[in-house]
Nanobody
Framework: QVQLVESGGRLVQAGDSLRLSCAAS????????MGWFRQAPGREREFVAA????????YYADSVKDRFIISRDNAKDTVYLQMNSVLPEDTAVYFC???????????????????WGQGTQVTASS
């Protein structure tokens, strides 16, 4: 079993950058696909980014592609989300998740992840 703790969320202005971190505790962090999701008030949780076990493959939602970068450090059991050129519509609670999905097509769905953090709030003001 793995436990996930997100950090780094804060209030920023549109156009700013910030980095979210997700620290994992538990065995075999490198055996999990890691994902970032977000949920804004009144909206469903949506996929943001995912990274394969080795970090060699990354996946992004169209809304964040070319602005956000997902990365992981398996030696530190941590996954990151670098958020650049933040927009007001990026305002949400951001969750990291760990899963064992084998099919890459599943990485964008919450159902592929069995472990979730409690989330960190990102607010981007215009």
């Amino acid at each position: 079993q793995v436990q996930l703790v997100e950090s780094g969320g804060r209030l920023v202005q549109a156009g700013d950058s910030l980095r979210l971190s997700c620290a994992a505790s538990g065995p075999q962090f490198g055996s999990y696909v890691m994902g970032w999701f977000r949920q804004a008030p009144g909206r469903e949780r949506e996929f943001v980014a995912a990274i394969s076990r080795s970090g060699a493959s990354v996946y992004y939602a169209d809304s964040v592609k070319d602005r956000f970068i997902i990365s992981r450090d398996n030696a530190k059991d941590t996954v990151y989300l670098q958020m650049n050129s933040v927009l007001p519509e990026d305002t949400a609670v951001y969750f990291c998740a760990a899963g064992k999905a084998e099919e890459e097509s599943a990485y964008v769905t919450p159902e592929a992840y069995g472990y979730w953090g409690q989330g960190t709030q990102v607010t981007a003001s215009s």
